[in-house]
């Protein structure tokens, strides 16, 4: 009997979920439905026979509900009674009708997740294999944590057989700390459970690791786990404070090969957010540890971290240096997705300086090394260069069907949006063009909500207004923007966009401002191409015109700072606590503000331009739930 034909009785967070939908998202779910537990994107366009470029909104849409998610590499129901409650909604004719366009149906292959007692698991047969095994097998247990805890940006992936089976040996063989029992194959497959099938089931299994407070290199590792789970879903405090977690754990129960990777991987993230500071603290504990150690994996990925970490802020002769000094320490040791890694950097960086052919040859190369990584996990991080390399010189309407054909999960993936900086404002600059307007917005929402579930971190505040000041060519966004990216190439890329549309508003003056900016920083940090394309801009900026016309769209804010909590009204002011709400450079603002300073008068004081002060009011404004100057100030006072 097929399922949709037996009673159910969803429970009541089922119903919740489903209510909430947008009528795109729940028919894009209903279609899904009919066709399986899983799923591919392409065989539910077929189901409601249109393109899968058109249902990357209301895919969004699902997966932020928690009604879809990923598996492997496709895409399924979180919960089995959602697929059932959805069928039961389809009436028998469009039942019919729909399935006349839908793939045969394939039965959900059910997740084997071996329990935490279980010994190593048995090897596949001879005719699965794709690698030799024991090419696999003398992979050292370093490279093969080293793939895992840093490579994890699709968590809910399970670990190819392959993969499974090196593993095992390796952690069943890694040598105990000094002083302790062996954990033997008990703590082989409670590491190895960690990484199972299913985000979930990965999440409870670590979460119930680390509450025994035991000290084990187990809990250690699930703390990891945690930390890349929550990094990998976007939720940034909880993934940075599980790595501080980590740290604060015994870490001579970890076997002296895999000391140096709480530290790498905290300093990693910090990396990524913009806290270059505080990453470079962590960045030294890793390489002490590694130089202490002889340990020739984490030396190459340290090296290849501070380049990482010398790009972000400009300084590019010094991070190629030593990026190309940790790819060929990571390809002398068979470090495959740390060269890949470091490979993709250059790629970028060559890029930039407009030697595309080169970029494209460290691509392949790169694509080489995680082919050579037994199990072949493929890094986000990799697919964005090669989206980025891969399409330099394409038409944007090539550009954006190749993103969706071949690179789909830089749209929907939060660790994407936290590889670069300006991901988003290049995401959506290159929709815009292709006339992709509603997946332009679609990676502005995704933008938008990561920085709202992180409030506190400018960098992602910054490309959200990146982005969005794109998308509805607002003047104000983009000048926040170029002001608050912490990273070079991306306050540089927000003038060159700010100066592009003012420049096409025929606003010269105000156009050769910003990019004059734009050159400058570009030159800064040795990016030759984008020089030689803002002098060209500059040159038609030559001539003065009248103002072009038309009023900025408002700039978004974080829903955190308009919600109301328990207690508090919608409309009613929440100035108890004006001075916690609001960042350092919006309270100074609104006390000037509140002292009866005109915008000008505030730009001349803070040295910022009215855009800015302007751009920086709203905020406060939602911030607070005041709509005048005189609410603000009976705020503020």
Partial sequence: MPDYLIPYEPPLDVLLELAELSEPALEFAQAAALVGEAFTLQEVARVQSVTALSMLSALEETIAAGVIGFRGKGLAFRSPGLRRKLNTRISAPVRQALLRGAPP??????????????????????????????????????????????????????????????????????????????????????????????????????????????????????????????????????????????LRMDQDALPVAWRPYPSHTLAVMLIHLGRFTEGEVHLARTRELAERLDHPWALAESSIARGQLLMGTGRTEK?????????????????????????????????????????????????????????ALRPARHDWADFRVTTAGMDAAGAVGLLVKRFPDLLTKASVFLLDAGGAAHLVRLCRAAGEKTLAAAVTRRAARLADQNAGHQGLAAAAGHAWGLLHQDADALEYAALQHSVPWAAAAASEDLGTMLLERRDGLAARRHLGTALEGYRAIGALASVTRVESLLRKAGGDGPRGAGKAVPAPVPASATATGPGRRPGRPSGSRPRSELTEIEYGIARLVAEGLTNQQVANRVSRSPHTVNYHLRQIYRKLDVDSRVKLARVLH
Avoid: Y
Wanted: aromatic residues 2%.
């Fill in 105 to 246: 149906h394939r039965p959900a292959e059910p997740a084997a997740v071996a329990p935490c007692t279980e010994a190593r698991p048995k090897p596949p047969a001879a005719t699965e294999r794709s690698l030799p095994m024991g090419r696999m097998a003398e992979q050292a247990p370093e490279s093969l944590m080293s793939a895992l805890l840093l490579c994890r940006e699709n968590p809910g992936r399970p670990l190819d057989p392959h993969t499974e089976v090196a593993l095992s040996r390796a952690l069943t063989q890694a040598p105990a700390p000094v002083g302790r029992a062996a954990g033997g194959d008990t703590d082989a497959a409670r590491i190895l459970a960690l990484f199972g099938p299913g985000e979930t089931e990965q999440r409870d299994r670590a979460r119930a690791i680390v509450a025994t407070r035991g000290r084990s290199a187990v809990s250690v590792v699930a703390a990891m786990v945690l930390a890349n789970l929550d990094w990998a879903a976007g939720r940034i405090d909880q993934a940075l404070e599980w790595g501080h977690e980590a």
């Fill in 319 to 375: 991070a190629e240096a030593e990026i190309r000094a940790g790819v060929a320490r990571a390809q002398r040791v068979d470090a495959h997705l740390a060269a890949a890694h470091g490979l993709s950097l250059l790629s970028l960086m060559t890029l930039a300086q407009g030697h595309w052919s080169e970029a494209a040859d460290q691509i392949w190369r790169a694509r080489s090394e995680i082919v050579a990584q037994p199990g």
